[in-house]
Nanobody, 114 residues
């Protein structure tokens, strides 16, 4: 069992930055895939970025060059650095841990005003 708690969301103006954190309740050292997804009202949840235990990242085209994912295994935490935010980045952002089963956090709201 892994519990994930996201933090760092909020309201920011277009062009601004936020850093999201996802703290896991136990070691993530052996969890191969950690990731961030987002969901806007009326839309399906979509992948934002993932990172493997070896540090290989996969970034969605819509945020490539603006968002960066990283993980600190010693702190059991995954981060999403979001720069040059746009109104279309407004969504609830969810952390995911893919072990034998998939775990989700409760989500954190990100709102980007124009």
């Amino acid at each position: 069992q892994v519990q994930l708690v996201e933090s760092g969301g909020g309201l920011v103006q277009a062009g601004g930055s936020l850093r999201l954190s996802c703290a896991a309740s136990r070691s993530i050292l052996h969890i191969n895939d950690m990731g961030w997804y987002r969901q806007s009202p009326g839309k399906q949840r979509e992948l934002v970025a993932t990172i493997s235990s070896g540090g290989t990242t996969n970034i969605a085209d819509s945020v490539k060059g603006r968002f960066t994912i990283s993980r600190d295994n010693a702190k059991n935490t995954v981060y999403l650095q979001m720069n040059s935010l746009k109104p279309e980045d407004t969504a609830v952002y969810y952390c995911q841990a893919k072990a034998v089963i998939v775990y989700w956090g409760q989500g954190t709201q990100v709102t980007v005003s124009s």
